[in-house]
């Protein structure tokens, strides 16, 4: 077996650049203790922000340790991510973040302060003093919360809650990644291995039917034994949204949770309503796939197999960036430069070494370059990946290039939206270029299970949300059962007559992290949705559409993101751009039912 390298072992210009944002450990020290200090500048604008003029220089002060904290923590946690085993890093990414919370805590009077002031003074101090113009959509921002601010003393009562409403949250992190332990099974090589969160992913890929339903039944059989302290442990979870939702003088919890994007309920509806309309897709899907691995009843279990056998490509890294770089040319000339400096100016760190950080991620920092980590493995996989963390790359390098410091962060909703429009595009060229029908169909395969697992999956995460948070503001008592219940229907619903929906999925509740962060997971479905839209406009309209798509890239943070959006081409306030993604979802997926009819 080939042992990983070291990683002093591996060629400079296969790592990224560190030495970009600072030369030297010495030198990040200095800025460590610089932002230390920072604390008593924080502290001093306390009480100050009586005139725009000084709320200008609150502001400026915060950005500037804002800047400074955000290449400390990227500089000290990229630098740990290279070898999880290497305590210095270890030690400085620690010092880095408590830094960090020390500085979060000092600076929690700045938002009751703004919200205090009147909001048309603010609009006056905005109009009249220069360099405030550049915080105008920060500050209307905050000024949107005053209807949902409470006098000061209920803030400061509901802000000492804060620890104890994370009580949930947590509870569920720590009984799921540290004390609940699966069952032993048998893995394809008959070994007997203990069940793990990471190992039932794998095992649900197998070619072996017996051992998929084997990790199938270990796994829900364990969260089933657990039933009722992970009901009532979610329970509360969507309880306390309530009662921060009602407290705020809110609608609904759903309401509370999208109001920070000012993403209205509409938008969430609109997206469980359309893809209510499309289910026939999915059952369609369903079918193929049952077909394509020749099972006479298809089941839970049997959703992650790849239905269509792995092409063995090896893609050297070299062709890997000449396939992004054609499959990305319609973005223009100037895209491709720019995307150029990632492969020859250090943004990628790109092979697997002793203890770096699993996955893949891009990293922005203000003022230097974004960066990517890679674990390539030359798989047609890792070149999907290498081509959606550049789509994050590029759309923070836009966003870092064209907007202030203060505007320069993107939200959630649109995050995913560049990565997957990278995705599409390649996809696209490939499909093009592909002409036998095994790889067409591995290609097709590929892009129809990202279809199933973004945007109907996390959409029947999104109902299931809906569902439960609307019972509990309407006073009813939810139980394990009832929860079991409610998300087994919905499994039906989705996947149609043509699968056996076992009775043990029906605890798959219990074991989604993201839940008891609520309200969530329908931006994936939604963001999978715009960049398909913005795609399809890309590759019919051509050039406009293309400045339109450079032009949100370089919005960044500086309008609320359903604007940013709107500017690009796509409404995600209204149906069209999912029913736009549906409609490619179904000629992709006519073309591998035909393959299988007739070439495979």
């Given at each position: 077996?080939?042992?990983?390298?070291?990683?002093?072992?591996?060629?400079?210009?296969?790592?990224?650049?560190?030495?970009?944002?600072?030369?030297?450990?010495?030198?990040?020290?200095?800025?460590?203790?610089?932002?230390?200090?920072?604390?008593?500048?924080?502290?001093?604008?306390?009480?100050?922000?009586?005139?725009?003029?000084?709320?200008?220089?609150?502001?400026?002060?915060?950005?500037?340790?804002?800047?400074?904290?955000?290449?400390?923590?990227?500089?000290?946690?990229?630098?740990?991510?290279?070898?999880?085993?290497?305590?210095?890093?270890?030690?400085?990414?620690?010092?880095?973040?408590?830094v960090a919370v020390e500085l979060s805590a000092a600076r929690s009077f700045f938002l009751p302060e703004i919200l205090a002031l009147d909001p048309d003074q603010v609009k006056g101090w905005i109009q009249e003093t220069p360099g405030l113009q550049v915080y105008a959509h920060y500050l209307e921002n905050i000024l949107r919360l005053q209807p949902h601010t409470l006098p000061a003393e209920q803030e400061e009562l509901l802000a000492a809650a804060g620890e104890m409403a994370q009580a949930p949250g947590n509870i569920f992190r720590m009984f799921n990644n540290a004390d609940l332990k699966f069952p032993e099974v048998k893995n394809d090589h008959g070994e007997v291995v203990e069940l793990t969160h990471g190992r039932y992913g794998q095992l649900l890929e197998s070619q072996q039917r017996e051992v998929r339903k084997g990790a199938f039944d270990a796994l829900y059989a364990t969260y089933a034994s657990w039933k009722n302290t992970l009901g009532a442990t979610f329970v509360a979870s969507a309880k306390k949204e309530l009662y921060f939702a009602r407290a705020r003088k809110y609608r609904s919890s759903l309401e509370a949770a999208l109001y920070e994007d000012n993403v209205a309920p509409e938008v969430y509806t609109n997206l469980v309503s359309s893809i209510h309309d499309h289910l026939p897709l999915l059952h369609r899907y369903v079918r193929l796939r049952k077909k394509l691995l020749g099972l006479e009843e298809l089941h839970m279990y049997d959703l992650y197999v790849p239905m269509v056998a792995d092409q063995d490509m090896e893609i050297p890294r070299q062709e890997a960036v000449g396939m992004v770089q054609t499959g990305l040319h319609h973005l223009g000339a100037q895209y491709l430069s720019d995307l150029d400096k990632s492969f020859t100016d250090g943004w990628i760190d790109w092979l697997e070494n002793r203890g770096k950080t699993s996955g893949a991620y891009s990293w922005g920092t203000y003022g230097v370059h974004p960066y990517v980590l890679l674990n390539y493995q030359e798989t047609l996989n890792d070149v999907f990946t290498l081509a959606h963390e550049l789509g994050h790359a590029m759309h923070t390098f836009y966003s870092d290039k064209n907007q202030e410091f203060v505007n320069a962060g993107y939200t959630i909703f649109v995050a995913e939206v560049a990565s997957t429009l990278n995705e599409a595009l390649l996809m696209d060229d490939l499909l093009r270029k592909t002409k036998d029908p095994k790889k067409r169909a591995y290609l097709l395969n590929h892009f129809l299970e990202q279809y199933r697992g973004t945007v109907f999956r996390q959409t029947m995460f999104a109902e299931f949300e809906m569902i439960v948070h609307g019972k509990i503001g309407e006073g009813e008592s939810l139980t394990?059962?009832?929860?079991?219940?409610?998300?087994?229907?919905?499994?039906?619903?989705?996947?149609?007559?043509?699968?056996?929906?076992?009775?043990?999925?029906?605890?798959?509740?219990?074991?989604?992290?993201?839940?008891y962060r609520p309200f969530y997971v329908y931006k994936y479905a939604t963001g999978f949705s715009a960049a398909i839209s913005l795609s399809q406009q890309i590759l019919k309209e051509g050039e406009p559409a293309v400045q339109r798509y450079l032009e949100f890239l370089g919005g960044g943070g500086s309008d609320y993101p359903i604007n940013l959006l709107q500017k690009a081409g796509v409404d995600m306030s209204r149906p069209e751009p999912i029913v736009q993604a549906m409609g490619l979802f179904d000629e992709l997926l006519g073309e591998l039912e035909q393959l299988a009819a007739t070439e495979l």
């Open positions: 077996m080939k042992q990983l390298q070291r990683r002093e072992e591996i060629a400079p210009d296969l790592k990224w650049r560190l030495e970009d944002i600072y030369p030297s450990d010495q030198e990040w020290e200095q800025d460590l203790a610089k932002l230390k200090a920072s604390k008593q500048s924080v502290l001093d604008v306390r009480g100050t922000l009586t005139s725009g003029e000084n709320l200008l220089r609150a502001l400026q002060i915060q950005d500037e340790i804002g800047l400074l904290a955000d290449r400390v923590i990227a500089y000290s946690h990229m630098r740990k991510d290279e070898d999880n085993t290497n305590s210095r890093y270890q030690a400085h990414a620690a010092q880095a973040m408590a394990s059962e009832v929860l079991s219940e409610i998300y087994y229907d919905l499994n039906k619903k989705y996947y149609g007559e043509d699968i056996v929906v076992d009775e043990a999925i029906a605890m798959e509740w219990a074991r989604i992290p993201h839940f």
